[in-house]
């Protein structure tokens, strides 16, 4: 049995200039995307929201989605400095009605 999260679940796209669209999206990318939403005006890094891969699943949005995700890359210090990006989500993206996260 497939678990939740990992099941596809469609969104809203709402464009700036008014258009709409809807995408479908499963897995990390799906786990990824509603991190984002959730963030909001903070955004998401991998030190906050540990995954395995924040790059590919923003890169597949970005590309196979046609997000708009900004990336800011910070510095951190402690044992292991060194930089991270912070993921923001710049399309405003709804789960599509009826499809409860």
């Known amino acids: 049995m497939t678990h939740k999260r990992w099941a596809k679940a469609?969104?809203?796209?709402?464009?700036?200039?008014?258009?709409?669209?809807?995408?479908?999206?499963?897995?990390?990318d799906r786990w990824a995307l509603e991190c984002l939403i959730s963030a909001g005006a903070l955004g998401c890094t991998p030190i906050d929201q540990p995954g395995p891969r924040w790059c590919?699943?923003?890169?597949?949005?970005?590309?196979?989605?046609?997000l708009a995700i900004e990336?800011?890359?910070?510095?951190?210090?402690?044992p292991f400095e060194g930089n991270h990006?912070?993921?923001?989500?710049?399309?405003?993206?709804?789960?599509?009605?009826?499809m409860g996260l």
């Open 71 to 78: 990336t800011i890359h910070e510095k951190h210090e402690g």
């Open 56 to 66: 590919a699943y923003v890169h597949a949005l970005r590309h196979e989605r046609g």
């Open 85 to 98: 990006a912070r993921y923001l989500l710049k399309s405003r993206v709804t789960l599509a009605e009826g």
């Open 10 to 28: 469609r969104f809203t796209v709402h464009d700036s200039d008014g258009t709409i669209a809807e995408i479908t999206v499963q897995g990390r």
